[in-house]
């Protein structure tokens, strides 16, 4: 069961980090980004919980470089899914 919430979380994770450039360039160019936006939500979606499922699994387990990757991508996928829901919770207050 480990083995397979630490592929969906790397998975998810690099798919998340692979669309940051490819929204860069797109901006730079003037061409529409929502597709990627989409992955990028759905990929971070998918790996929050997968990477914290993961670590409540492993917590009996040695401190490792896995545990860090599996930290670090809790965290970062948290905060870009929080920034995403305050950004929505902002535009419905504000009416945009």
Same mark, same amino acid.
Not at 67 to 85: E, N, P, Q
């Given at each position: ?19 940051? #450039? ?5 901006? %730079? ?5 929502? #597709? ?12 929050? #919980?997968? %990477?914290? +499922?993961?670590?409540?699994? %492993? ?16 965290? %970062?996928?948290?905060? +870009?899914?929080?920034?995403? *829901?305050? *950004?929505? *919770? ?7």
């Amino acid at each position: 069961m480990k083995k397979v919430l630490l592929s969906i979380f790397l998975i998810s994770g690099l798919v998340a980090l692979a669309c940051i #450039p490819a929204i860069l360039y797109l901006e %730079s160019q003037g061409k529409v980004q929502k #597709p990627f936006h989409l992955i990028q939500l759905l990929s971070c979606m998918i790996c929050f #919980p997968t %990477s914290g +499922w993961f670590l409540w699994k %492993s917590k009996k387990e040695v401190f490792s470089k896995v545990k860090i990757i599996a930290i670090l991508a809790c965290l %970062s996928s948290g905060a +870009w899914f929080s920034y995403f *829901v305050y *950004v929505m *919770v902002m535009m419905a207050v504000l009416g945009a």
